[in-house]
């Protein structure tokens, strides 16, 4: 079943739970198609550098905001939130992060070109960057980092051809 179709599905499933006033709501409200399109095409961008730069495969790597998922929770403020959680933010996890970086320096002619380092956002095709998100690109672009937003394995190609 392509993504498409599932994203149909769940969007059915969703709407006949709510008609139906399902307990099953919340599970399918916590199974965001869009995180999971997401991940799938950070995936295949992690899949495609190894492949085509094995050498310096290790200098891209993932920011780890946003997944914490099972595990054991506490609650606080009638919520129930992970551990991992709580523990991610107390060890330095910031909002807006983006979700990969690049760890090369770019050096050019031009003085004006340099780049410290590459930040890539993953968004879908209808994404957008959330307040802090926008705030993260430009604090660092402020600081000589390259920020972009990759949308398909196409435009992440082109971003890392033109940047090394």
Not at 101 to 115: H, Q
């Amino acid at each position: 079943m392509s993504g498409i179709s599932k994203i149909k599905v769940q969007k059915e499933r969703f709407k006949s739970a709510i008609d139906s006033g399902s307990s099953s709501v919340e599970k399918l409200i916590q199974n965001n198609p869009r995180k999971h399109i997401e991940s799938t095409t950070q995936k295949a961008f992690i899949r495609w550098f190894d492949s085509q730069y094995p050498k310096i495969s290790i200098l891209l790597f993932a920011s780890s905001n946003g997944r914490h998922g099972g595990g054991k929770t506490i609650r606080r403020g009638g919520k129930d939130i992970p551990i991992s959680a709580i523990n991610s933010k107390q060890e330095g996890q910031r909002k807006g992060v983006a979700d990969l970086f690049l760890s090369i320096p770019k050096r050019t002619y031009s003085e004006m070109d340099y780049k410290n380092g590459l930040y890539i956002e993953t968004k879908t095709d209808i994404g957008k960057q959330s307040k802090v998100q926008k705030e993260f690109q430009k604090a660092v672009e402020s600081q000589g980092y390259q920020y972009t937003i990759c949308r398909s394995i196409e435009e992440f190609i082109k971003t890392i051809n033109d940047y090394l």
